[in-house]
Every structure is written in C-alpha cells, then in structure tokens.
C-alpha cells in the first residue's frame, strides 16, 4: 500500500546555520584536521574530510595529487587501468596513498581488476566500491566479499539516503557510508526516476544511524557552494564529497574547449550518455541515461578553489581551496567550533525560505575570468 512521508525533509538550501557565542579570535584558530578510527579496517585516518568525486573529470591523480599536499581526499574514478595504476605507483609519495582510495563497481571484472590494483600497489589503503543504487542485495554481497578479500582495507561503499540501509552496510563491512541519490549538479536520477531524498536529512538521518554502530557517512553531492560543505558537516557527514566544485580545473578530467575568445572544459555524470558512450560504446538499451553533460568555465589551478576552502591558512594557495577550506573556517568560528570536530555539537539549523540577497549577482565579477 502506497504511503506518504509527511515529515518535511530538507535539502542545504532550506537552512542556514545560527551563529553562536565563540571565544575563537580568528579563523585561523581553526583545526580542520580530522581523526578517524574506523570500525572494520581498524584503520586511523588523518586529515581534512573534503574528498574529491571519483568521477572522470573530477578523481584524477594529478587531482589527487593536490589534495593530497591540504591532506585532503580523492577518490580515484574507475576507468585507469591496471597498467597506469602500476606507473602511478612509482611515483606517488606515502601522503598520495594515505589519501586516495582505489574505486570499483560491482562486476566480476571490476572485482578482478580491484584485486590485481591492491595486489601491485600495496600501499593502497582505501577502497571506495561505488554503484548508484546501493540498495541491492548484490550490492550487500560484493561489499562482504571485498571485506572479506581486503580484511585491513577502509572500504567506503555507497550510495544510500537511508538509516535502516546505512546499517546493512557497515554491518556488511563497509566503514565509511557514501550518502546521496540524485543530489548532484550533473544527476538526473530524480527526474528520470523520481527517486532521491533532499541531501541535509538524508546526511542527518544516516549519521546518526552509522555513529550509533561507530561508524562514519560521507556525504556526496548537493554542494553548490562552501557554505553547503559547512552545512554537511553540521548535520553529522564525517566526510563531504564535492564534484561540481572541484570540476573545471587544471587537474580535472574532461576537454578543454575554446569558445569565442574563452576557456571552457566538459563535466558530465558518470550515468549520462556521455560517459555510457565513452566507456561502454552506447547506453544499454535496458536504461535510461541519468546525466547530464555541460561545459563549466576553465577555472585553472584547483589551489585556488582549495585555499577558499580552507580559509587562508597558506598564503600560496589560490581560490578554489581557499573557498571550500576558507568557509568552514568561517562556520566554525561563527558556531564557535574551535576544531572541526566540534562543529556539529554546535550545529542548530534555522529553516529559511531564502538564503541570500541575489540583487546584483547578475553583476559579479568571475574569481578567474580567462
């Protein structure tokens, strides 16, 4: 029997975060460094909890390889080979390999291909097992076979929107939960499918599942700016996995295409027709392509879209990382959060119908006009 919900669920755009009381002097003042223990690798993670998308033309290794210099996250898209995984192995420092995990999808040949990466890299530690629908019972399966293969590697596996399933999954032996269906800013799934679950409860409602079990969600998608990162991380999300933010830079996958004097590069889902025809020759006529594909201004250095990120903390690195990394050291100094950690014990969300006074945004100067 069909029922309704009508508990309101709510997405980053419905609230904002109130401000509190803070003894902090200045975002500086901040840790955003993380410490994990999780509960089936028995693994310890040190860093800061931002991961970069294992999408083509977002978790490359050169990607990877700047993150990994804020001691952030990448997860590494699907679609290297054995072979430049094994060359990428020769070069990578231990920080690289102490913040990369290894993707795979759920197919025998992805489970051979996984084995035989993890088997010429030893010193891979992390392994992201990545579907669009994590509700399967294969799904379940493939995560305890690869717990059972790799019993000292962190698995991250997703993706879910739900307490009940978040708990199969870490029970199955997964520690980190990849939380979000249909959030992202090149998914179709909610208008082909009519399925998904606004992206802030979803990130409530799984952490707490998953901490209650000491285990840990990442939440994927729905970011459209720093400030949802913040919220994502007030609402419980032990890790925010960011695509479209991280899109259109030096580092990230996708064409560079020149267009009436300006620089633009090509970001699209990893279910659109683009990626189905680039990996599989067509889309299966079975399924309906649930992707989007767009050009992005070229947006250069990912340093620049780090350092506003993280707020200032270097003065060499650029915007993009200072946005992301820069708001959330604002959050926490606005909630009086003096570590990262502490940021979703200070969290009260307030439910706004707007969030910002957009009268002049038509005006705005770009960060990086090129």
Known sequence: MPRIDYEPKLDFKDVLLRPKRSTLRSR?????????????????????????????????????????????????HKHYT?????????????DFFAHTAVSSGISAADFDK?????????RLEYICIDVANGYS????????????????HTIIAGNVVTGEMVEELILSGADIVKVGIGPGSVCTTRKKAGVGYPQLSAVLECADAAHGLNGHVMSDGGCTNPGDVAKAVGAGADFVMIGGLFAGHDQSGGDLIESNGRKFKLFYGMSSDTA????????????????????IPYR???????????????????????????GLRSACTYTGARHLKELSKRATFIRVTQQTNDMYSHLELPNNPQ
């Not at 379940?140 to 000292?152: A, D, G, Q, T």
Request: proline residues 2%.
């Open 114 to 122: 996984l084995k035989a990466v993890c088997e010429a890299i030893p």
């Open 300 to 326: 250069g250095d990912v340093k620049e879209t780090i350092q506003d990120i993280l707020g200032g903390l270097r003065g060499d690195v650029n915007e993009t990382v200072q946005d992301i990394l820069g």
């Open 137 to 152: 019972e294969s799904f379940v399966e493939f995560i305890r076979k690869v717990r059972e293969e790799f019993p000292k």
């Open 82 to 94: 054995l072979e430049e995984w094994i060359e990428k192995g020769k070069s990578a420092d231990d």
């Open 276 to 295: 189905m025809k680039k990996y599989h020759g067509a889309v299966a006529d079975y399924r309906a392509s649930e992707g989007k594909t767009i050009t």
């Open 28 to 76: 500086q003042d901040v840790d955003l460094v993380r410490e994990f223990e999780f509960r089936n690798s028995k693994k310890k993670f040190t860093g800061v909890p931002i991961v970069a998308s294992n999408m083509d033309t977002v978790g490359t290794f050169a990607m990877a390889d700047e993150l990994a210099k804020y001691k952030m996250f990448t997860t590494i």
